[in-house]
């Protein structure tokens, strides 16, 4: 009666992780900056495509059978994912406490010409955030440093669930 299948067809728990470990972090994102006016800097946009990723690994592992190929290779990205967001937010933390020095991408470069329309264009499209100045800190940390920890209780996650599901349908043949 209270048996359990010995090789499911999909697996809810992971997708589940994948999901909302993508996007429970970039709603917040998108709350702090069109809810209370918190500009992303460049290295702010850069950690949320990684997150777009791992929702839609989560999204497609829910269309493949568990444990196929395809199923560990979207897993496999996900993880990839979600470690490069938190290698780009320790990239970003590291800016932002001055222990890293950064030069580009956040402020207007002198353009090529040198031509007064040609300043004005480049000032004009520069970011309005700079990269070494935190926008928000919360408990000591800044959006990038809560970025860090979620990524890396994501990557514990899914590392804890890919264990409990090779435990039951695969280490123990299915019994």
Not at 23 to 44: E, K, M, R, S
Not at 68 to 75: A, G, S, Y
Request: charged residues 10%.
């Amino acid at each position: 009666m209270f048996t359990r299948p010995t090789h499911p067809d999909k697996i809810i728990a992971m997708a589940s992780i994948l999901i909302l470990g993508g996007a429970i972090p970039l709603l917040g994102a998108l709350l702090a900056q069109f809810g209370f006016g918190f500009h992303p800097c460049h290295f702010c946009l850069l950690q949320r495509y990684p997150y777009m990723l791992v929702i839609a690994c989560g999204v497609l592992s829910l269309l493949v059978a568990r444990g196929e190929t395809l199923w560990r290779v979207l897993v496999a990205m996900a993880i990839l994912a979600t470690f490069s967001t938190a290698i780009l937010g320790i990239i970003h933390s590291g800016i932002e406490r001055q222990w890293l020095a950064y030069t580009g991408g956040c402020v207007a470069q002198a353009p090529a010409d040198g031509s007064l329309e040609a300043l004005r264009a480049a000032i004009a499209s520069a970011p309005q955030v700079a990269c070494d100045q935190a926008s928000a800190v919360f408990f000591g940390l800044s959006m990038a440093g809560w970025n860090v920890l979620w990524a890396g209780c994501v990557l514990l996650l899914i590392g804890l669930q890919y264990r409990v599901d090779w435990r039951r349908y695969v280490g123990n043949n299915g019994q």
